[in-house]
């Protein structure tokens, strides 16, 4: 997806105009563009997406060691030393 994200990114600052229209499909009504810094918005949203999707990924790595080394501590506490 980061991918597609910055060739259509590229594509848009390649065009010399400031806007490319949108091929619309409906018949009347007002025209819609996109520009570049539409693009950016784009790449910008991937990106804060792939950062808290590497974020969650990590949180729930440490949750599980946490959770181990907890578990570990709770057995030594439980047993009985004679």
Do not use: C
Not at 10 to 38: M, R
Not at 64 to 80: G, M, Q
């Amino acid at each position: 997806m980061l991918v597609e994200v910055a060739h259509v990114l590229f594509f848009f600052l390649s065009v010399p105009q400031a806007v490319v229209p949108i091929v619309q499909t409906v018949n009347g009504g007002q025209s819609n563009w996109v520009s570049a810094i539409d693009m950016v918005s784009l790449m910008a949203l991937t990106l804060t997406l792939f950062a808290e999707m590497i974020i969650l990924t990590f949180s729930l790595w440490l949750l599980f060691r946490v959770l181990i080394v907890s578990a570990k501590y709770n057995d030594e506490a439980t047993t009985i030393r004679v």
